[in-house]
């Protein structure tokens, strides 16, 4: 009884673990469709959040989520057009 217990909650842990992949991956993905051409995304990461070049590598990584604060930053800084704002 308890093994499947386990089995569940770690079959949720991975559905959850994929599904906060996904969100990061299309995250990452428009913001880089969004990005002047020429421009690299950890350095606009790096002057919008005012972040170190360390902490930016950890949010693309998945390592550390980013804040819907800092969401809302990158979408008013690269969403001009509400209608495709990043959230």
Known sequence: HSTSRRQRQMCIRDRYKA???SIVNELITAMKDRLP???????F???TL????????RRLRGE?????DEVAQISCKLGSDHRK???
Do not use: H, W
């Open 45 to 47: 990461l790096t002057d």
């Open 50 to 57: 005012c972040i170190g070049r360390e902490a930016v590598y």
């Open 64 to 68: 550390v989520a980013f804040t819907i």
């Open 37 to 43: 051409p020429g421009q690299n995304l950890a350095n």
């Open 19 to 21: 599904m906060k992949d």
């Open 85 to 87: 704002s990043l959230v």
